[in-house]
Each structure stands twice: as structure tokens, then as C-alpha cells.
């Protein structure tokens, strides 16, 4: 399914992230960036060792990230050019700043990505996996502040690569509704 927004494609597919022919893909890390299961195994494993390298290079200078915070690595042995990696809320109640946050993972990987000279970005849906952030309403943050803030980047194309029917089904009604 897709939507043109402005001068932008949005795009949501079911797939593996780390196939995805864009060139840059967003990662769902966690604050040491030094892997983990899920989307940021899997972006590891394909990736291979320079994104590690990369990603102690970064927290060697500047410390761990933050909660809605976005950095960018090489993406070594994969297809994208670069890795953006973020990191999700921990889904509690609802009433820790989670919303914020998640809408803040989005915001900063777009800047992130467009500031290397990306045009062409691929998310997974952030924080819905280990951090447990109910779908429906993940999906809907995650369309509603990538839609917002398309007009101030010059991205061709921005996908949604789920992971799950169920999860496709999800996006795909956030963006019918939201865009
Ligand atoms: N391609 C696309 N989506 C995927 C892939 C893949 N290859 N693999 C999993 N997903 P999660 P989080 C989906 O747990 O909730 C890690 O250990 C998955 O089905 O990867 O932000 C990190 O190191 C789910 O829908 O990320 C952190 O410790 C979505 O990706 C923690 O998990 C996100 O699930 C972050 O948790």
C-alpha cells in the first residue's frame, strides 16, 4: 500500500528490513548499542562487524542513547548505505512519556537520515516488539509524525517494513486513516 505525500512516496510493506532496497534503514535499539534480538539482531547479523565498530565509536565518545535520540553508523555488508539507529520507549502504562518518546524515534531518524543525504528511508515499527508498545496506537504515532514532518525533508520515499500480516494490517489502517 502507498500514499504520496507531497512530493514523497509512503509506503508500507511486510518484509525483512534488512532487504529492503532504500538507502537508509532505521534500526529499534537500545541505549548501548551494542545489539540485541529482534529487528537490531537481524540488522547486525546482515550488517556485519563494521556496524558494531561504529556503534562503539559512538558511545566511546558520547555515551549511550537516549530514549528518542538517532545516530547513524555505515551500513557495512548490507544493501542500505546507512543504519539509523534509534531507541524506543519501554512501554510501561502509557503514562511515562512513552507517546513522546516514540514520536521523538521518528522525528530525530528522519533528521538523521536526510542530514547524510538520504532520500530513501525504511522504518520498522519501533518499539513493538521487546518494549511491548501496543501496535494499534504505535502505528498510529508512527504515521501521524512521519506524515508531519515530510514537508521539511526531501525524502522520495519513506517505507514501513512489517514484519507480521497482522502488523501490515495495523500500518496500513493508520495510513488509510492518518495520511
Ligand atoms: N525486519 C523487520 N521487522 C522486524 C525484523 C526484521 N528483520 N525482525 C523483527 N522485526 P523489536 P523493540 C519486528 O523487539 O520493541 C532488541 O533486542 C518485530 O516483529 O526488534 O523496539 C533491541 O536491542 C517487531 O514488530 O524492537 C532492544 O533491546 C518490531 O520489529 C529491544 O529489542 C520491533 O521489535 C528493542 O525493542
Same mark, same amino acid.
Given at each position: 500500500?502507498?500514499?504520496?505525500?507531497?512530493?514523497?512516496? =509512503? #509506503?508500507? *510493506?511486510?518484509? %525483512?528490513?534488512?532487504?529492503?532496497?532504500?538507502? $537508509?534503514? &532505521?534500526?529499534?535499539?537500545?541505549?548501548? +548499542?551494542?545489539?540485541?534480538?529482534?529487528?537490531?539482531? $537481524?540488522?547486525?547479523?546482515?550488517?556485519?562487524?563494521?556496524?558494531?565498530?561504529?556503534?562503539?565509536?559512538? &558511545?566511546?565518545? !558520547?555515551?549511550?542513547?537516549?530514549?528518542?535520540?538517532?545516530? &547513524?553508523?555505515?551500513?557495512?555488508?548490507?544493501?542500505?548505505?546507512?543504519?539509523?539507529?534509534? *531507541?524506543?520507549?519501554?512501554?510501561? %502504562?502509557?503514562?511515562?512519556?512513552? !507517546?513522546?518518546? +516514540?514520536?521523538?524515534?521518528?522525528?530525530?531518524?528522519?533528521?538523521? !537520515?536526510?542530514? #547524510?543525504?538520504?532520500?530513501?528511508?525504511?522504518?520498522?515499527?519501533?518499539?513493538?516488539?521487546?518494549?511491548?508498545?501496543?501496535?494499534?496506537?504505535?502505528?498510529?504515532?508512527?504515521?501521524?509524525? #512521519?506524515?508531519?514532518?515530510?514537508?521539511?525533508?526531501?525524502?522520495?520515499?519513506?517505507?514501513?517494513?512489517?514484519?507480521? %500480516?497482522?502488523? =501490515?494490517?495495523?500500518?496500513?489502517?493508520?495510513?488509510?486513516?492518518?495520511?
Amino acid at each position: 500500500m502507498e500514499r504520496q505525500i507531497g512530493t514523497t512516496r =509512503l #509506503v508500507v *510493506v511486510r518484509g %525483512d528490513i534488512t532487504r529492503q532496497p532504500v538507502e $537508509a534503514i &532505521v534500526n529499534a535499539a537500545n541505549s548501548s +548499542l551494542l545489539g540485541g534480538g529482534g529487528v537490531d539482531g $537481524a540488522i547486525h547479523r546482515a550488517g556485519g562487524p563494521t556496524i558494531l565498530a561504529a556503534c562503539q565509536e559512538i &558511545v566511546a565518545r !558520547a555515551g549511550r542513547l537516549c530514549a528518542g535520540q538517532a545516530v &547513524v553508523t555505515p551500513g557495512g555488508n548490507l544493501a542500505a548505505r546507512w543504519v539509523v539507529h534509534t *531507541v524506543g520507549p519501554i512501554f510501561r %502504562d502509557g503514562g511515562h512519556g512513552e !507517546a513522546e518518546i +516514540l514520536a521523538s524515534c521518528y522525528r530525530t531518524s528522519l533528521t538523521a !537520515a536526510a542530514a #547524510v543525504g538520504a532520500r530513501t528511508l525504511c522504518f520498522p515499527s519501533i518499539a513493538t516488539g521487546a518494549y511491548r508498545y501496543p501496535i494499534e496506537e504505535a502505528a498510529r504515532i508512527a504515521v501521524a509524525t #512521519v506524515v508531519a514532518e515530510l514537508p521539511h525533508h526531501p525524502f522520495t520515499e519513506v517505507r514501513f517494513c512489517l514484519f507480521s %500480516d497482522r502488523d =501490515l494490517v495495523t500500518y496500513e489502517m493508520a495510513l488509510a486513516e492518518g495520511a
